[in-house]
């Protein structure tokens, strides 16, 4: 319903009327700071786990964010992806 929104909108505007979309997306959020998703253990909380802040690659990286979680969670490490890029300390102040 957005990009409907959006296409309209270009087409009532007289400065969008000769302008062509080149992408269409479903998701806009979460995303964060840096660009990276979160992914691992939740910091201080056992058990607990986060997969999120694919931003408009969720979609596609689902896949293999699901398989890396679900060796995460079940062997206790994924091997199919490194995580250490997308760990959630990576925000911590005293770095």
């Keep these: 319903e957005a990009i409907h929104k959006l296409k309209r909108a270009m087409d009532v505007s007289s400065q969008l009327a000769n302008v ?4 269409e997306q479903a ?3 979460p995303e964060t700071p840096d660009g990276l ?3 691992g253990n939740l910091p201080g909380i056992p058990n607990v786990f986060v997969a999120t802040g694919h931003g408009v690659w969720g979609i596609l990286q689902g896949p293999a ?3 890396a ?3 995460l969670i079940i062997d206790g490490e994924a091997s199919c992806l490194d995580l250490s890029s997308f760990e959630l300390d990576r925000y911590d102040d005293d770095e």
């Design 27 to 29: 998701c806009y959020w």
């Design 69 to 71: 979680m679900a060796e």
């Design 20 to 23: 062509e979309p080149h992408t």
């Design 65 to 67: 964010t699901g398989k």
């Design 37 to 39: 998703p979160l992914i």
